[in-house]
């Protein structure tokens, strides 16, 4: 069990450090509801987070540098997403001193577990507070969403059910359940999945209250297991003990159960060729929470 990644134990008591959580989602449904003009698809997607995911340690510079460790593998620190909200911030705050920032990754890149977009945003909410910028939660998910369509969703800290694009959030409160999450090897390309001829688009729009009354799935889930039949082995084999799906365009692919115990006997079967973890959904996220408790 993977537990030294979880938040739990970091936000049970006051803290005055200086690492932040970036916790992980989940799309715990994602239909595909139309394509516009423009090629952007219309949808339908319900987000979660996790007590699991990444650490950025933020220090405060007394030059105008942004430094970004370690460096990741095909990753220029200027492409980092981390990097690059941290510059859009000091200059649409005109803020005149840098940061240093270390990103502890640990959740897998390409995995659809929202990684890349959770650490920018939590580089925004952390250098907003340490640089003592005060700038809004509305302002700066506007500042996220130029960075990636998910980013708002972590900066605003709700679970939430996406529409359009994925830019019309509305709060709502799923049940918490517990998961076991798989990660195949290899990166799914989401350009790949959206443009694949096979995709569905053209699931009917519905309520949120219709949506969650239903059993949940995912529109991308058809083409990704045609691409990558791993993914299609470790579906099927999480659907032996529990309703699995996939989440977002994947590769990673989660089964829910109703308590950690559950959860934690089917994760000790994995064998050592799959990578995988335990992790309790969150409506709040884990960032917010660690927020309220720090001192």
Same mark, same amino acid.
């Given at each position: ?7 739990? &134990?970091?936000?049970?008591? !006051? ?5 932040? !959580? ?30 699991? @995911? ?9 030059? @105008?540098?942004?430094?970004? %460790? ?8 200027? +492409? ?9 911030? =000091? ?10 920032? +270390? ?12 990684? @890349? ?14 640089? =003592?910028?005060?700038?809004? &939660?509305? =302002? ?44 195949? &090897? ?8 959206? =443009? ?46 529990? !309703?699995?799906?996939? %989440?977002?365009? @994947? ?34 996220? !884990? ?9």
């Amino acid at each position: 069990m993977l537990e030294q990644h979880t938040f739990s &134990t970091a936000l049970a008591r !006051p803290h005055t450090t200086n690492r932040y !959580p970036c916790p992980a989602k989940l799309n715990l449904f994602l239909y595909i509801n139309g394509q516009r003009a423009d090629g952007y698809h219309e949808l339908q997607t319900l987000f979660q987070f996790l007590d699991y @995911g990444d650490w950025l340690t933020v220090e405060a510079r007394t030059d @105008g540098d942004i430094r970004l %460790t370690p460096h990741l593998n095909d990753v220029t620190p200027e +492409h980092n997403l981390v990097y690059r909200a941290a510059k859009l911030l =000091q200059r649409h705050s005109r803020y005149p001193f840098g940061a240093n920032l +270390h990103l502890e990754k640990i959740l897998p890149i390409g995995g659809g577990l929202g990684g @890349g977009s959770s650490d920018a945003a939590t580089a925004l909410v952390a250098l907003n507070r340490i640089w =003592q910028l005060n700038l809004t &939660t509305n =302002q700066l998910a506007e500042l996220g969403l130029t960075l990636g369509a998910d980013v708002p969703i972590f900066v605003h800290g709700h679970a939430a059910f996406a529409e359009g694009v994925g830019e019309k959030l509305t709060p709502c409160q799923p049940n918490e359940k517990w998961y076991l999450v798989i990660k195949p &090897t290899g990166a799914i390309s989401t350009a790949t999945i959206f =443009q694949a001829p096979g995709l569905t688009r053209n699931t009917p729009k519905k309520s949120l209250t219709a949506l969650l009354r239903q059993d949940f799935s995912n529109d991308c889930e058809k083409v990704v297991k045609d691409h990558y039949p791993e993914v299609e082995q470790w579906l099927n084999w999480l659907l032996q003990y529990a !309703p699995a799906r996939l %989440t977002g365009t @994947g590769a990673c692919i989660f089964a829910e159960f109703d308590n950690r115990i559950q959860a934690e006997k089917i994760y000790k079967q994995l064998p050592n060729t799959v990578t995988g973890f335990v992790a309790k959904g969150m409506n709040r996220s !884990p960032l917010h929470r660690f927020l309220e408790n720090t001192v």
